[in-house]
């Protein structure tokens, strides 16, 4: 929620008075459902309920012929401080992004080691085919948005490279035979390793209960 609040407030604070609509419009043009988890279809709600907190206030409501009416919205100076407080908390602090391939990753070894190779490999071309579109639409971004926002891409198209070339690394060591993976080990042995390995770490939990 402190996602669609920001920029919701970001948007209300540059384009005031704005109408609900022409905020939605924007943020859907920005793609902000893949990199910063704002759905499209929460941002009314969320425009609602800052109204009601004392964030925002309605300004006017229009209907032109039969459309759906319109209602423009301001910054109240509750609405500007929650923004600048907003705005300040994620420049100056680092969250790592939940991706859940990440989970999917710490079992890695529930996975044959062809596969595995295999699907990072896949991840890899996935993420050069997003760098090579951010690189291909550079210019057009560049031409038609502010400065700051084809940083923005540059960041993505990055760390989208960098994640590529640990999945082609990760897959190599995999195809060279580092690490293990269950179907090559006896049936239970990797479940029986990773017990004795919390044993060492945290102590028989068995021995904590007859103590």
């Known amino acids: 929620m402190s996602n669609t609040r920001l920029m919701i407030l970001g948007l209300v604070s540059q384009l005031q008075p704005v109408h ?7 943020l859907t043009s920005w793609n902000v459902e893949s990199w910063a988890n704002v759905q499209p279809g929460s941002i009314y709600h969320a425009l609602r309920k ?3 907190e004392g964030l925002l206030e309605e300004v006017d409501t229009e209907q032109v012929n039969n459309r759906p009416a319109r209602t423009r919205y301001r910054m109240t100076r509750d609405g500007e401080a929650e923004y600048q407080t907003l705005l300040r908390k994620y420049w100056w602090e680092y ?3 939940v991706d859940p391939f990440l989970a999917a990753f710490s079992f890695l070894p529930s996975l044959p080691r062809a596969e595995a190779a295999g699907a990072l490999r896949a991840r890899a071309r996935l993420l050069e085919g997003w760098s090579a579109t951010y690189r291909d639409h550079d210019e057009e971004w560049s031409a038609s948005k502010p ?3 084809g940083w923005q891409f540059e960041l993505t198209m990055l760390r989208c490279e960098a994640e590529a070339r640990w999945c082609h690394d ?3 060591r995999i195809e060279a035979g580092e690490g293990l993976h ?3 080990l006896p049936e239970g042995a990797y479940g029986e390793a990773w017990r004795n390995s919390l044993r060492v770490e945290y102590g028989d939990p068995v021995d ?4």
């Open 20 to 26: 609900g609509y022409d905020i939605r419009k924007e």
């Open 147 to 149: 400065p700051h926002v």
């Open 50 to 52: 800052m109204t009601e």
């Open 95 to 97: 969250r790592e992004p």
């Open 208 to 211: 904590d209960e007859d103590e």
């Open 170 to 172: 990760i897959a190599a």
């Open 182 to 184: 269950v179907n090559e």
